[in-house]
Each structure stands twice: as structure tokens, then as C-alpha cells.
């Protein structure tokens, strides 16, 4: 990750010792936010001890459920925030995450597992003072703004053909096609993440170039460039 000690001191600078401190990882779906999430804790792990990455993923709603809103599709805009993930069951934890509660502990059950697809996944999460929580997912930034004030705001862009051929490779089984994944993927996730982008704004923009990641100026506009580019040939 090239630019890392220039983040680090940005970084250092905000954190604040006395309460919870969260960066936000943004961006466009399999665009890298997992992997840059990891880069970040190792090299900031020397200046932090208590770091935890929160993957967004976690709290979206059974597969079963994310497919029946999909094939309702009709020409009508759906948010993909509030109809693939459970944003009370997040925002709870967010809440808890930043101001602990008498038992210091918070147990989530039915979450999603990324290794089975199922939602079959108990955390247990623990609340420290001086913690740094980097949050990682689609539409974080938005799911944030209310509730915390992020020392840093980070967006991953990505190329549309190339997220989008990743996220078919992500298929898991019979039960998605295809065309379904095509489908959300353009009249739901690149709509909606049109919208999101429009309405917040990110302190540093990094783009993954070939597994390294490098910060690429006025990068936000260059996701949206590349999103309207896809949509005025591929939506009908």
C-alpha cells in the first residue's frame, strides 16, 4: 500500500485516546475493502492496540430474502441498503460499539457467514475504550454519519466490468444464475451506490492496482464516471 505512512500520521493526528475511534473502508462491491481493511490494521497495529474490523457484510439478510426482493424488479429505484441488510441490528451495534453498555459484551446471533452463505454466524463483541474500529462495507459512510464521526473516511474505486466479473465469480451455487447476479448487480447495486456516492464525501480515495493499493486523485468522481459509462450501454 503505497502512501501508508502519510495515512498513518493523518491518522494519529485525529485519534482521540479517550473514546472509540472508527476509520470507514467504502466502495463499490469487490473492490478490495476487505483486503485494504487487513493492510490497514497490520500497519497501523504498532501505534494501536485494540483494533477491530468490522465487516458490513455480517448483517445482511438471508440469501433467500436478498433474491426475492431482486426478482420484484420492475423499473422503480430500490435502495440496496435497506433491503439486503439488517441496518437496526447494525446501528445497535455501532451504538454499543462506541458507548459499551453494563456488560461490556454484546452477543449477535444469525449473522452472515461468508464461508458458508448461510446465516449461521455468532459474535461476540466487546466494548474498549480506546479501540479503533475500522468499519469496512457498501454504503458505511452513510450508515455512520448519524452516529459517529469517523477519524477517517476512506473509498476504494474500482473498475465496473471488474467488480462485476468478480462478483460472479463469487457465486456460490444453483440457486443464483447468472443473469440474477447481473441483474442486482445493475438495477439495484450500481443504482444505489450512484446515490450514495452523490451524497457523501470521503477524505482519501485509493484504487487497487493489481493487489496494491495507491491513492488516486479525484477518485470519487472517477467511480461515478465509470458507474454512469456501464449504465448508459447496459441499462434497459
Do not use: W
Not at 491518522?11 to 476487505?34: A, E, W
Not at 485494504?36 to 448483517?59: E, P, T, Y
Not at 452513510?142 to 459517529?148: A, Q, S, T, Y
Not at 474500482?158 to 460472479?168: C, D, F, G, W
Amino acid at each position: 500500500m503505497k502512501n501508508k505512512m502519510e495515512l498513518k500520521i493523518n491518522v494519529l493526528k485525529k485519534y482521540n485516546n479517550r473514546r472509540v475511534n472508527f476509520i470507514t473502508i467504502d466502495g463499490i462491491t469487490c473492490s478490495g475493502k476487505s483486503l485494504f481493511a487487513s493492510l490497514l490494521q497490520k500497519k497501523l497495529s504498532g501505534a494501536f492496540k485494540n483494533i477491530l474490523i468490522l465487516n458490513k457484510d455480517l448483517f445482511l439478510f438471508t440469501r433467500e430474502k436478498r433474491i426475492r426482493f431482486t426478482k420484484k424488479i420492475k423499473k422503480d429505484f430500490l435502495n440496496q441498503n435497506k433491503i439486503h441488510y439488517d441496518l437496526n441490528k447494525l446501528n445497535g451495534l455501532i451504538k454499543f460499539l462506541q458507548n459499551g453498555n453494563k456488560e461490556k459484551k454484546l452477543i449477535l446471533r444469525n449473522l452472515y457467514n461468508r464461508k458458508t452463505g448461510k446465516n449461521n454466524l455468532t459474535v461476540k463483541f466487546k466494548f474498549l475504550n480506546n479501540r479503533l474500529v475500522i468499519f469496512e462495507g457498501i454504503f458505511v459512510n452513510e450508515d455512520i454519519k448519524n452516529l459517529v464521526k469517523p477519524i477517517r473516511k476512506i473509498l476504494i474505486i474500482e473498475k465496473v466490468y471488474e467488480s462485476l466479473s468478480r462478483k460472479i465469480e463469487r457465486i456460490r451455487d444453483k440457486k443464483i444464475s447468472i443473469q440474477h447476479v447481473v441483474t442486482e448487480f445493475t438495477r439495484i447495486h450500481l443504482q444505489s451506490f450512484k446515490k450514495h456516492l452523490l451524497k457523501n464525501n470521503f477524505d482519501i480515495v485509493f484504487k487497487d492496482e493489481k493487489r496494491d493499493f495507491v491513492p488516486i486523485y479525484r477518485g470519487k468522481i472517477k467511480q461515478l464516471n465509470y458507474i454512469k459509462t456501464f449504465l448508459s450501454k447496459h441499462l434497459y
